[in-house]
């Protein structure tokens, strides 16, 4: 070892010196080789050999594109309903099937292909999402039929539009190619998602939304002289024309979208979604314990029962112990100075059941305004083993219904109301008892079971008989894209084109603040 040590060491002085005299001999060379080193110029002809040796090795398969409006990958997103489900097809299917997931991020769309066993990342420049939906742009028309070309796309599935125009309906029409829409919530029917007035007054049918279209106008800006629900639904519709079939995951949701778009009745497919549970709650006897653990799941926001959640917290005695596992919409101090609420804070799916069993939960409140179209956090309850307490309204009402897993309460119950109930569960342990065996009943639909369902689908929709040559694909808007997404420099190649698109939308920017009138009264002052 000792013999080793002195090589070592020899040879590093050795290198020392000889490097001492190359630097004083060739300083300027020297420079030069750090500076190479440092930026590495030749990156993107090196990603551009890497990836095109990837991308013509793969084997050719079916791809399927899923559009949403927000990347289940981007860790400081809250992901939500829409992003769990695209990424369970896309996992699920992945075995099968290339995936094409293409997603708003800020300024730029995510583009990225899923195959077998790598992903590649494109990023494209796109601009603000508008301030008003735009149903249609020749630059999102370019980039969807580039992205439907270049990656040899043969089934759209759309599942959200907001900020992204309704391009890729058409672009995927002109290459008749099988499209398909699921309805994660009500965009399609109304730019009021929620369909809440401003009082928090639910509707669910044209019939009932008369009475506040002036207020949702008002709601995004709109003055009252433009039929803007009225402009709306009908782009949406001549789009939902063009689909081969559109997916709810539940009854209550199909009857609210019929009611608006009655047409479509024929068109509109219930698929549950499929939810899986990594560990069963083991449900230890809870002999002596006095308290009732009641828990609220995921983000708690206006809609979701924010008010009712904190309502119950503030009225109850501390024989109800509350626990919230995700966030609330804001931070209620009076709350949280509770000594019997426990804000354990955000969590993963897989890690749910630990987290439920060691802090001995009892219920599950699930409480919205809004009539959700499924509601993960009831899958998520009931795969724990948890009986669930649920507002009678949209799809909550329905599946504690059918599966009986737990208690409904009327929708526009009070917190008393509610409370109450809460109460008369805790001393009912016979009903409560029958309840839980309920649910160890319950058969839950898996994602890989959700994955047949669509998988079987696509199938039957599939044409293998659109032309594809190679003389379709764009190699420098592929590689453009794919060094975007890495952060290499990309002026080597169209990356000017970027930079004109950023300046051009700056200048319009700096354009209207220079045409507006607070800034031409602000210039007089």
């Not at 379709?472 to 000017?496: A, R, S």
Request: aromatic share 10%.
């Amino acid at each position: 070892t000792g013999t080793s040590s002195f090589v070592s060491e020899e040879k590093r002085k050795y290198i020392e010196a000889h490097e001492k005299i190359i630097n004083d001999r060739y300083p300027e060379l020297n420079r030069k080789v750090q500076l190479h080193c440092r930026d590495n110029p030749n990156a993107a002809i090196f990603e551009n050999v890497r990836i095109w040796i990837d991308l013509n090795r793969r084997e050719k398969r079916k791809t399927i594109l899923y559009l949403l409006h927000s990347d289940f990958k981007n860790a400081s997103d809250n992901i939500g309903g829409t992003q769990l489900h695209v990424k369970d097809l896309m996992l699920g299917l992945r075995e099968t099937s290339d995936i094409v997931v293409v997603a708003r991020d800020g300024l730029d769309l995510n583009v990225t292909l899923y195959t077998k066993e790598k992903e590649y990342a494109f990023k494209y420049y796109v601009g603000e999402a508008p301030q008003y939906q735009q149903f249609r742009s020749e630059k999102f028309a370019k980039l969807y039929h580039s992205i439907l070309c270049n990656f040899d796309v043969d089934i759209v599935h759309v599942h959200h539009v907001r900020g992204m125009t309704l391009e890729l309906f058409y672009e995927a029409e002109k290459m008749q190619l099988p499209i398909f829409v699921t309805m994660h919530d009500y965009y399609f029917i109304s730019p009021n998602i929620t369909l809440l007035s401003k009082e928090y007054e639910h509707y669910r049918s044209p019939e009932e939304e008369s009475k506040f279209i002036n207020e949702i106008n008002e709601q995004i800006g709109i003055v009252e002289s433009i039929p803007y629900v009225k402009i709306w639904r009908e782009e949406h519709a001549a789009v939902l024309r063009m689909v081969n079939e559109i997916f709810t995951p539940s009854e209550s949701a199909k009857k609210i979208i019929t009611r608006f778009y009655p047409q479509f009745s024929q068109k509109i497919v219930v698929v549950e979604h499929g939810t899986d549970c990594t560990k069963k709650i083991e449900k230890k006897e809870k002999s002596g314990k006095k308290e009732f653990h009641v828990a609220f799941l995921g983000g708690i926001s206006i809609e979701k029962g924010y008010n009712t959640a904190t309502q119950l917290i503030r009225k109850s005695e501390k024989d109800i112990q509350w626990y919230l596992f995700g966030k609330f919409q804001f931070t209620d101090l009076m709350v949280e100075k509770k000594k019997n609420f426990h804000n354990i804070g955000e969590y993963k799916r897989e890690d749910l059941p630990d987290l439920m069993s060691k802090s001995e939960i009892d219920l599950v409140c699930i409480l919205p305004i809004v009539s959700e179209t499924f509601c993960y956090t009831l899958s998520e309850a009931v795969l724990c083993g948890i009986p669930v307490l649920v507002t009678d309204v949209g799809a909550l009402g329905e599946r504690v219904q059918r599966m009986q897993c737990g208690w409904i309460v009327p929708y526009g119950s009070d917190s008393s109301t509610i409370l109450e109930k809460i109460r008369n569960i805790k001393s009912n342990p016979e009903e409560y008892k029958k309840i839980e065996r309920n649910i160890r009943q319950i058969q839950m639909r898996t994602t890989s079971e959700m994955c047949n369902i669509y998988g079987e689908i696509y199938n039957k929709n599939y044409k293998d008989n659109i032309e594809r040559t190679d003389d379709k694909i764009d190699y420098q808007w592929m590689l453009e894209g794919y060094l975007c997404e890495k952060g290499i420099g990309t002026t080597l190649f169209n990356g000017q084109n970027n930079l004109a698109e950023r300046l051009q939308d700056m200048d319009r920017e700096l354009q209207g603040i220079l045409n507006s009138n607070a800034y031409k009264v602000a210039t007089i002052l």
